[in-house]
T-cell receptor
Framework: EDQVTQSPEALRLQEGESSSLNCSYTVSGLRGLFWYRQDPGKGPEFLFTLYSAGEEKEKERLKATLTKKESFLHITAPKPEDSATYLCAVQALDSNYQLIWGAGTKLIIKP | DGGITQSPKYLFRKEGQNVTLSCEQNLNHDAMYWYRQDPGQGLRLIYYSQIVNDFQKGDIAEGYSVSREKKESFPLTVTSAQKNPTAFYLC???????????FGSGTRLTVV
């Protein structure tokens, strides 16, 4: 069964303290892996798409990486405005373009 | 600016009532989706449509209905058969799904 697991469920960091969020997946064949950011009471906002193992993408303080079994979202020197829930989703080759979602990691950056 | 508009932002439903959530997009995307989000859970797919006048059930379609009469619009009706409708509802669209989804700002539905 196709599945996505995100860890940890919640992460509290001090401003400037770098860390990583994990997204582990099992899927028959990967078409793409997606990272989204969601603020409270709002819809998810697209961050990155990764397609193959070894691929990396960066945006400001965020960098996403991909292996054959998991993806990491690295956050470098975070600021309080980076506080949000980060969602991971995968799209399988035989999925008719449907996404399978993880439950998310709630990130809190304290000033 | 192109995007997805969901309305209303907040909706209250009485027991036994049907309510309709609106979703309109001006991105010229072919595919549209409805998700339900509950605290601590991932997004769960209710219905999706890849072309006008056609739609498919997702994982939790019971108690919900949709229509897709126009490319731009994909309204969701929460019927009285849905026993636990209190949740955050998200509409999304995609250009064939390959490049990710664009989401609306959501509708929070509460049963009173």
């Amino acid at each position: 069964e196709d599945q996505v697991t995100q860890s940890p469920e919640a992460l509290r960091l001090q401003e400037g303290e770098s860390s990583s969020l994990n997204c582990s997946y099992t899927v028959s064949g990967l078409r793409g892996l997606f990272w989204y950011r969601q603020d409270p009471g709002k819809g998810p906002e697209f961050l990155f798409t990764l397609y193959s193992a070894g691929e990396e993408k960066e945006k400001e303080r965020l960098k996403a990486t991909l292996t054959k079994k998991e993806s990491f979202l690295h956050i470098t020197a975070p600021k309080p405005e980076d506080s949000a829930t980060y969602l991971c989703a995968v799209q399988a080759l035989d999925s008719n373009y449907q996404l399978i979602w993880g439950a998310g990691t709630k990130l809190i950056i304290k000033p | 600016d192109g995007g997805i508009t969901q309305s209303p932002k907040y909706l209250f439903r009485k027991e036994g009532q049907n309510v309709t959530l609106s979703c309109e997009q001006n991105l010229n995307h072919d595919a549209m989706y409805w998700y339900r989000q509950d605290p601590g859970q991932g997004l769960r797919l209710i219905y999706y449509s890849q072309i006008v006048n056609d739609f498919q059930k997702g994982d939790i379609a019971e108690g919900y209905s949709v229509s897709r009469e126009k490319k731009e619009s994909f309204p969701l009706t929460v019927t009285s058969a849905q026993k636990n409708p209190t949740a955050f509802y998200l509409c999304a669209s995609s250009d064939s799904g390959v490049y990710g989804y664009t989401f609306g700002s959501g509708t929070r539905l509460t049963v009173v």
